[in-house]
Each structure stands twice: as structure tokens, then as C-alpha cells.
């Protein structure tokens, strides 16, 4: 049997690209930029398997012409850019790439803690731009993390990495979690709170739960009123998560003191004060954006590929049509 037909919507590492074409038939070349509406399209109506990313929309509309399709291929632990009702109506596997991102998403939570904290980015730019003279006791003062409150936003496996990691720092656990925690799966002084006692004890506030229509916006204006203006918000998990012209009205009154930004709520685009607000560290979404963890995130989604043509269940299947 001829091997089975395989869309790709953006480039992936070389070495998922090498097994890939060696698996499959490639229906196209696949580039760094995003497809158009037309090119995704075209590529799900031709292909009997695809992997798609966080920023390829996947709805109905989308899959209506898809006949061959058995198998969409998720490059990402969330799969909120899929519509997953529809394509479990079609008949269409959805997969995606859990646990392996886990530690690459917690490390860069805890660089960007470190970065608004010590204001790292700034004192980067000031040593670029030739201004800096030499030492001084009152320059770019920062805050102490060590012995801190951290409050966790989502207590699942990168909410707890994120914790486990705090432990070095000396700092005080409080978490909220949707999904009851068996009793003694967590460490007994991680304290669980509900959402708006988090907000108001906690020094720094992580957030790390997936983006559904329950949790959009789920830090807004009146959240944000309940932190300390010494508080400083972290996002690495979804943009939309938080208003963020709520965020950046708070930022800006100086109603908190900083934040931490992997995700927007429009990516690429942006609220425009952020860029000039020097408390805010932004980063292009990085979050599992190690060659490690995005070499290993393509070859599950080939592994869930070649599992269902095979005629096994795909190990990351998370539908059932």
C-alpha cells in the first residue's frame, strides 16, 4: 500500500521533517509563515492525515469539504483552535501533544518571573544603548522573589512544574484548580484557594489553564482590582485568558506592579501601550520553544499519525467520532 497522504501546515524541525517524508506522501512543502484560509483549506480537503498549530483555525466552515481526511494532528497541547464537535461529526481523529512540553513551559514561567522581578530586560536595553556609567546602590532596584507568594492559576502538570520549581526560592504555594486533587497528590503546604483569595495574597500570579469559554477573560478588571499593586501577573498558558485592556489600564495606574507576557490576546498583535511600558517583559510565545521539546512535540503528532493508519488507536486521540 502506497504510504498515506500528509498535509503540513508550517515547517517543523528538521528531523520531523525527515521522518515525515520518509512515512508519508507530502502534499506540499511546508514554509515558517502561516498558511492563508485557502491554503489550510485545500491542504485538509486533499490530505487523508494533516498537522495543524495553535494559530491554523480549524472550524466548521473549514472542514465542510473534507472527505478524505481521517486524522488532524494537533501541534500543541491545547486544541482550542480546532472545533472539535465538527470534526468528531465528520468522523475526523483529533490528537494533540500533551506532557512533553511540560518542563519548557515551567522553565520559562520561572524566566519570566525572574525577568519583571530583577527587570532584567531593562537593565539589558540600558547596557545596549551606552547610557550606563558604572554601579549604583539606587539602579534598576527590583524585587525579591525568595520567600514570596506564588499563586498558581491552574493546578495541572505545568501548574505543578511551576511549583515544584518554586521550592528553591523559598516561596509560599496557594493554587486554584477546577480539577478536584486526589488527597495527598500535592505537597500538604501548597494551600488551595479559591480565585479571588489567590489574587489578593499572592506576590506573583502564574496563570496556566487552557483557553475555553469559561475561562476567557477569566482575569479581568475586577480580578486585576484585587491584586496587591506590588503584584506582578504571569502569562504563558493563552492570551485570551486575560483582558488585556484591563491589564494594561492596571499597569498603567500603577495598580500592579508588572507583568510577564508569552501570549496575547490577538497574536501577533497587541495592545500598543504595552510596548512602552518598561515594567512588562514580552516574549513571541515561546513557551515550549526548545529544539528538544518541539522535535519531540512533531514526532507525536506523527506517532498518532502512523498509530491510526496502522489501524491502532492514536495514543493522544482526545475525540471520539
Not at 473549514?62 to 483552535?81: D, E, F, P, Q, S
Not at 532596584?141 to 506564588?150: Q, Y
Not at 479581568?220 to 492570551?239: E, V, W, Y
Request: a neutral charge; charged letters at 15%; glycine letters at 6%.
Amino acid at each position: 500500500m502506497s504510504a498515506p497522504t500528509l498535509y503540513i501546515s508550517r515547517l517543523l524541525p528538521d528531523p520531523v521533517m525527515a521522518v515525515a517524508r520518509q512515512q508519508f506522501q507530502l502534499l506540499n512543502d511546508p514554509r515558517d509563515a502561516a498558511p492563508s484560509w485557502d491554503a489550510l483549506e485545500a491542504g485538509l480537503r486533499e490530505a487523508e492525515a494533516a498537522i495543524c498549530t495553535l494559530t491554523d483555525r480549524v472550524d466548521a466552515s473549514m472542514l465542510a469539504g473534507t472527505t478524505r481526511l481521517k486524522i488532524l494532528a494537533n501541534y500543541a497541547v491545547g486544541y482550542n483552535n480546532i472545533d472539535v464537535a465538527a470534526a468528531t461529526a465528520r468522523g475526523i481523529v483529533v490528537t494533540n501533544t500533551p506532557d512533553v512540553l511540560t518542563d519548557s513551559t515551567a522553565d520559562l514561567t520561572w524566566a519570566l518571573i525572574l525577568a519583571v522581578a530583577r527587570r532584567v530586560a531593562e537593565g539589558d536595553a540600558y547596557v545596549r544603548s551606552g547610557a550606563w556609567s558604572g554601579w549604583a546602590p539606587t539602579q534598576l532596584l527590583g524585587t525579591d522573589v525568595s520567600g514570596k507568594v506564588l499563586g498558581i492559576v491552574g493546578m495541572g502538570r505545568i501548574g505543578q512544574a511551576v511549583a515544584q520549581r518554586a521550592a528553591g526560592f523559598n516561596m509560599r504555594i496557594c493554587y486554584t484548580s477546577r480539577t478536584p486533587q486526589a488527597p495527598g497528590r500535592l505537597p500538604s503546604q501548597w494551600e488551595q484557594r479559591a480565585l479571588p483569595d489567590l489574587l489578593k495574597a499572592a506576590d506573583f500570579v502564574s496563570l496556566h489553564v487552557p483557553l475555553t469559554p469559561a475561562t476567557h477573560h477569566l482575569i479581568n478588571a475586577r480580578h486585576l482590582a484585587l491584586m496587591k499593586p506590588t503584584a506582578f501577573l504571569i502569562n504563558t498558558s493563552r492570551g485570551p485568558v486575560v483582558e488585556e485592556a484591563a491589564l494594561v489600564d492596571a499597569l498603567i495606574q500603577r495598580r500592579l506592579a508588572g507583568a510577564g507576557l508569552d501570549v496575547f490576546e490577538q497574536e501577533p498583535v497587541f495592545h500598543p501601550s504595552l510596548r512602552e511600558l518598561r515594567q512588562v517583559v514580552l516574549l513571541p510565545h515561546l513557551g515550549s520553544a526548545t529544539l528538544a521539546t518541539r522535535v519531540r512535540m512533531g514526532m507525536i503528532c506523527l506517532d498518532n499519525i502512523a498509530a491510526l493508519f496502522a489501524g491502532q488507536p492514536a495514543p493522544n486521540q482526545i475525540n471520539r467520532p
